[in-house]
């Protein structure tokens, strides 16, 4: 356990309908990262917030994907209209320190599945 | 589309000989890390190397960056069973972009 928690641990919807998923990172932890992993792929980067702006998306981000951490602390990211594209592992990492040279610790992800 | 890209792709290996990854990226980093996956889980930290840095070790880890080629190595020694996931390299570059690699898949071999 790496102290960053995720929820739901697994989701399965029909496509068209909106889904939300839950990250708590690490309580000190002032950085938070979603990324996207599909079967046999790397992790692909969606978005990240410093405290509670978001500063970088990533263009695999579509109008359908929203990102919010509201108080600087937990984070959500939903998804609306789901397709079967977005059937995928939903990382969620957070860190502290200087900007990209510290560990991220990555939460065991949410599992979407589209049907 | 990712930064890096990690060879082989698969590596199957016997109990206790070592276990050789490699990763290469595309743009100026300033630093490099390792992460470890296990199927259906999250990631884990292994390593961090900094561009300024040409080797480090951490256990039965040993990962060596060369900037100029613009490439990376992460050796496992003595390898177990448990060391059985997938290995992946991750790079922040200078455009404050964090990216992963493709992941190489290792296999231990009891």
Known sequence: DTGVSQNPRHKITKRGQNVTFRCDPISEHNRLYWYRQTLGQGPEFLTYFQNEAQLEKSRLLSDRFSAERPKGSFSTLEIQRTEQGDSAMYLCASESGALGNTEAFFGQGTRLTVV | ?110
């Open chain 2, 1 to 110: 589309s990712q930064q890096g890209e990690e060879d082989p792709q698969a590596l199957s290996i016997q109990e206790g000989e070592n276990a050789t990854m490699n990763c290469s990226y595309k743009t100026s980093i300033n630093n490099l890390q390792w992460y470890r996956q296990n199927s259906g889980r999250g990631l884990v930290h292994l390593i961090l190397i900094r561009s300024n840095e040409r080797e480090k070790h951490s256990g039965r880890l040993r990962v060596t960056l060369d900037t100029s080629k613009k490439s990376s190595s992460l050796l496992i020694t003595a390898s177990r069973a448990a060391d059985t996931a997938s290995y992946f390299c991750a790079t922040f570059n200078t455009g404050n972009q964090f990216y992963f690699g493709t992941g190489t898949s290792l296999t231990v071999i009891p």
